[in-house]
T-cell receptor, first 113, second 113 residues
């Protein structure tokens, strides 16, 4: 158990809909990362938050947004969903200072039908 | 920007045989290097990491990797694999503590009895 909790584990939704994925980082970790894993793109970095502020942005679509709340949990919002958004979405957390290791959650498998 | 190339997409290997998974990276700055493992329907688990110091790094489950700066490689090895090592393995780099990870395309290891 990495200590990173993601909910839900599975999500099936229709095209055009909006979903929210939730991540609780390890206790004490201030940094949260979101990654997308798909068959054609592999593991792609989407966005990073540190202590509530956006720190880095990757290949995140404009239809996607994220935020990190004062209690450090994070949510990834995906809107106007397309079939191609079907993927495994991972959240990871790290403490930034000292140890560089990122701990990953089990992922949320999103299926858009 | 960094990039990672995993030279083999699939590696079949017999139980108790050795295995080597190849990883090459490209970066204009010094990097930290990681190997993660993803078991079926699971998240990513850290096997080992290279931050500095000795170029031979030992990780969990009997895996080790060697950092070669001149060849920009970080190959993963295990002298004797088990059926339970069947998984996908990802090499990753980051340029600094707390930064995003850039992943290779992954290598699927299938251990045959």
């Amino acid at each position: 158990d990495s200590g990173v909790t993601q909910t839900p584990k599975h999500l099936i939704t229709a095209t055009g809909q909006r979903v929210t994925l939730r991540c609780s980082p390890r206790s004490g970790d201030l940094s949260v990362y979101w990654y997308q894993q798909s068959l054609d793109q592999g593991l792609q970095f989407l966005i990073q938050y540190y202590n509530g502020e956006e720190r880095a942005k990757g290949n995140i679509l404009e239809r996607f947004s994220a935020q990190q709340f004062p209690d450090l949990h994070s949510e990834l919002n995906l809107s106007s969903l397309e079939l191609g958004d079907s993927a495994l979405y991972f959240c990871a957390s790290s403490s930034v200072k000292g140890n560089t290791e990122a701990f990953f959650g089990q992922g949320t498998r999103l299926t858009v039908v | 920007a960094q990039s990672v190339t995993q030279l083999d997409s699939q590696v079949p290997v017999f139980e108790e045989a050795p295995v080597e998974l190849r990883c090459n990276y490209s970066s204009s700055v010094s990097v930290y290097l990681f190997w993660y493992v993803q078991y079926p329907n699971q998240g990513l688990q850290l096997l080992l990491k290279y931050l500095s110091g000795s170029t031979l790094v030992k990780g969990i489950n009997g895996f080790e990797a060697e950092f070669n700066k001149s060849q920009t490689s970080f190959h993963l090895r295990k002298p004797s694999v088990h059926i339970s090592d069947t998984a996908e393995y990802f090499c990753a780099v980051t340029k600094a503590a707390g930064n995003k990870l850039t992943f290779g395309g992954g290598t699927r290891v299938l251990v045959k009895p």
